[in-house]
């Protein structure tokens, strides 16, 4: 099974794609789509849903796992901002017919550490510890993904373990 992880912005969106195979969750790549600042927005929205796009036909995941938004932010621009980025995600999500999963971010980090309150640095280093990597996953952008990439992975093996 493939899920494909992503951390939503205007920005930049983290992505991670990651593979279950029975116990073990192997990182397939893991990257970010960066838009230019100096577009205006449905310029940006256009190059995000471009880019997933082609995420969504080379990972070909059995689902998408995005962080949802906060429902209180100190700056409700931002939040207004990746609400855009968010459902461009969505909407590619549905128009290729790939199940979404969303999951807040305390359950991501939860998930993960066994802390809802983890700071983004033990999330890095449980991600690294995990899957096996030589080097903790930078920037936050794209642990974030994976790290929602692995939540999902871990919900759908708790999920499968009780059947």
Do not use: W
């Amino acid at each position: 099974m493939r899920i494909l992880g992503i951390d939503p912005g205007l920005q930049i969106c983290g992505y991670a794609c990651v593979e279950i195979e029975g116990d073990k969750n192997r990182l397939v790549e893991a990257g970010t789509i960066r838009t230019d600042g100096d577009l205006v927005i449905e310029a940006r929205l256009n190059q995000i849903a471009e880019d997933l796009k082609t995420l969504l036909e080379k990972f070909e995941p059995d689902v998408v796992a995005v962080e949802e938004l906060y429902s209180h932010y100190t700056h409700p621009k931002t939040a207004i901002l990746m609400g855009h980025a968010r459902g461009v995600i969505l909407q590619k999500c549905a128009e290729t017919l790939t199940k979404v999963e969303s999951f807040s971010a305390t359950r991501i980090k939860k998930s993960l550490t066994g802390n809802g309150r983890a700071s983004k640095e033990q999330v890095q280093r449980t991600i690294q510890r995990l899957l096996l990597l030589p080097f903790v996953p930078e920037p936050n952008d794209v642990a974030d993904a994976v790290a929602a990439a692995m939540c999902c992975a871990n919900s759908i093996n708790n999920y499968d373990s009780k059947d």
